[in-house]
Structures are given as structure tokens and as C-alpha cells.
């Protein structure tokens, strides 16, 4: 069975396993206070072009979601989310579990629309009962998409400027960013993020680690106790050095970027072959997680060697779904997924 449901399905590239063995009877401070993570920081600061950023590791995505959101929310705020965000899809209601709802707004292929943002907080605090309602405290957005769309520098700079105006935190759900900094359409770089969000973070779970993400903390005003937060919240690691020996490798020699841009021309050879069949795409993605409209009777047997995520049905015979490249994609496989798309269409 070749496997292209998601990006996270093979464990680490070679060099992080290599230095995660070479290492891997050192004795080092726990909780990620040792050097490993210290020098990890330092070239994410330096990459992002902020020398006073806080920088920390966690364990995965979901607990970065809701340690950060927990953190920076009153007790009486929510944060607004589009409709198709992952916090409030896919990560089981864990920020309504910490006490502050996802207020869920109209997603444009999947994107939060800063307009859409004011106009919702326009309405909130123009109603007389707005103390009787969950106020918004924060804006969450994904980059890439949970439809692999992109934010621009436009797009994101309207945010900011929507935030700023209603005073909500702006945080960036970066778990797949280095797939979006890849993509041919991308306009965005780590410097201007650190500019424009209040915090993002970097994943390394989906692009080529075992596991961890890479949170940058720019609002000097959220730094303050943070590690409290992760402590309580399950996100901080014992082994604290484990993130930081992956971090450290893949960050080294440009070898992160290497491998975003591996699956973003395996997931643009694969679009641009499913396009010449006249196959149609539920949504345009110009990131490593594409989308086509395919027949229920070719899916049927195409399952039997290749498998997928279904989306949603899009007529009686139809059925959009998703096929994700990864840092560790094979052409081969891409190629003989096309080949078998190619003969299940001409049957």
C-alpha cells in the first residue's frame, strides 16, 4: 500500500535519527534548558530577524494550540477561528476544554477574512448585552490552510491591522509553514511573520522530526510565566534535548527548506498531471496537500493500492480527496499514482 494521507506517516529524515543516535548517551539538563535547544533558539531568532523573540519546543501541534491560546486568553475570551480551522475540527475541542470557545467564522477557501474579523467584533461590542457573550480575545489562522491555500503578505497585514484595532492576539498555526514558505505562490518569509504575529510557530512533526514544533514568542508581553503554561498544559518534554538535537539538525545547511520544496514539486508534478487528465480540484492548493474530484467507481479500486483521506461527497458519483506529499515522498510512488490514475480513467 502506498500511503498519501497525510504528511506525518514516516518517522525522521536520516540526519536527525543520525544525531539524535550520536547523542544519545549524553547527559544534558532537562525540560529543554540545555544546549541543544539554547542553539536551536538562536537560529530561529536569527532566522526570523528577531534577536528579542522568545523561542520554545514543544511536543506537537494541538498542544501548542491550546497551551498558547490558554495562556493569552482572559477567562471570558474566545478566539475566532475560520469554520474549517483545526482547532476547530480537528483537535477534539482541546481549547474549549481549557475554557475559552472558538468562535468559528465563514472560512474563503479556507482563510479568515479580516473584514469578516472586524465586522464580528464591530457587532459584539455594538450590542448591548455584549457582557453576556464571549468576547474575542484572539484571531487563529493556519499557514498553509487546512485546504493548503496560502495567506499573502497583504492578507495577513489586514489581520494585523484588524487586531490591533479591536486588541486581539494574532497567533499563526505554522505546522506545516515550511510547505507554504515553498510553494511557488508563497509571498511570505519568517522575518515578516515575526513582524505581523503576535506568535507562530514553526512545525517540525509534519516536516521531517520525529515530533516538536518551534513556537516564536514576538509580543514581549506574552513572554512573562510562560513556561508555566506548557508545564501545566503536557507540552513541555523531559527529554527537552530531543527537540532541540532535531531542530538544530534541520535548521542547519538550509536542510529544512530542502525538504519543503521536495514535497511542494512532488504535490505540484502530481497537480499538473491530474489537470492534463481533466481531472477537477475541489479547492486550488499550490501546497503540498492537493485535492482532486475523482469518481466514486475509480476510487473504489484505486484503494486498493493507494490510500487517501476523504473530504466530503460533491455529487452521487463524486468524492473529493486529499493526497499529501511529504519531505520523504518518493517520485516513484507520485508516478505510479499518476500512471494508475491515467488507466483507471481510460478504462
Known sequence: MIRFNSDYLEGAHPRVLQRLLETNLEQTPGYGEDEYCARARRMLRELCEAPEADVHFLVGGTQTNFTFLSAVLKPWQGVISADTGHIAVHETGAVEATGHKVIALKNDDGKLDARAVSEYCRLHFSDESHEHMVMPGAVYVSN?????????????????????????????????LGYGLASPENDIDLPFLASVCDAFYLGGTKQGLLFGEALVLCNGALKRDFRYMIKQKGGMLAKGRLLGVQFEEVLKDGLYMELSRHAIRLAMKLRDALSGMGIPFLVDS??????????????????????????????????????????ATREADVDRLIEELDRLLKE
Not at 312 to 321: G, I, S
Open 144 to 176: 498553509p490552510t487546512e485546504v493548503g491555500t496560502l495567506y499573502s503578505r497583504r492578507e495577513l497585514t489586514e489581520l494585523r491591522e484588524t487586531c490591533d484595532r479591536w486588541g486581539l492576539i494574532l497567533f499563526l498555526d505554522g505546522a506545516r
Open 286 to 327: 499550490p501546497t503540498n496537500q492537493q485535492f482532486p474530484i475523482l469518481p466514486d467507481a475509480l476510487l473504489d479500486r484505486l484503494g486498493r493500492d493507494f490510500s487517501y483521506a476523504t473530504i466530503e461527497k460533491v455529487d452521487d458519483a463524486h468524492t473529493a480527496v486529499r493526497f499529501c506529499t511529504s519531505w
